[in-house]
């Protein structure tokens, strides 16, 4: 019983730890890690052969040198977007989870919900570091290579091209990086409150997630 309950808090003591750390830090780390997915990808990943490969059957070589020239000028957008897209990301989750707690009638404010949100999607920017260096071990020839590379989801589970256009995006959401970003929010909402408190947080980041995936499905049918 004494080493349950100690390791029970040990484990207390390192959320505690993980979710005292300053959220400015955490935005730092999860854009750091953002910034730098960014750059293996274009600098390693999507080399210009790749995009040759790609449309050298259909356009001509010096209209691909022209779209590359002006790609490497914007490039910079890709890195611009890194702090925008966390910060989107944490808001939204963040709004979801406090849905549920207004229903629970619960008192957690919604600062310490976004700093804990913030706090996971750091530790996940830089555990999805992951799939671009196993990228730079793979030969990718064209952008299709790229694409079929999600070896981390159920779509890749089941086969992109034994699966229906329209259920892409779900099968493609759900990947391990979803399901450790899920424990992450659980491991916080139990830092912040009780059991039933948590549950309807996590029901309605279910909900939230459900519509966007309906959302994304439309479009896909609609204009894929």
Request: with cysteine; hydrophobic share 55%.
């Amino acid at each position: 019983m004494r080493t349950i309950s100690a390791h029970k808090s040990i484990k207390s003591n390192t959320l505690t730890e993980i979710f005292s750390v300053s959220g400015w830090l955490m935005f730092l780390l999860a854009v750091v890690a953002g910034c730098l997915n960014v750059y293996l990808v274009q600098e390693f990943v999507l080399t210009d052969d790749v995009y040759y490969n790609t449309l050298g059957e259909r356009l001509a070589y010096e209209r691909i040198e022209k779209m590359l020239a002006e790609q490497r000028e914007w490039s910079w957008l890709g890195y611009a977007f890194v702090p925008v897209v966390v910060f989107l990301q944490t808001l939204v989750i963040s709004l979801c989870l406090v849905t549920g707690v207004i229903f629970s009638y619960a008192k957690v404010s919604f600062k310490r919900i976004f700093g804990m949100v913030l706090k996971v999607i750091a530790l996940i920017a830089v555990i999805r570091l992951l799939p671009s260096l196993v990228l730079l071990f793979q030969d990718i020839q064209v952008l299709d290579d790229l694409l079929t590379s999600d070896w981390y989801s159920m779509l890749a589970l089941f086969g992109r091209d034994n699966i229906a256009m329209w259920l892409h995006v779900p099968l493609a959401s759900l990947n391990i990086f979803h399901l450790l970003l899920l424990l992450g929010l659980l491991a916080g909402m139990k830092h912040l409150s009780d059991k039933p408190t948590r549950r309807m947080a996590l029901i309605s980041y279910g909900c939230g997630t459900l519509l966007w995936w309906v959302g994304l499905m439309y479009l896909q049918v609609s204009f894929g």
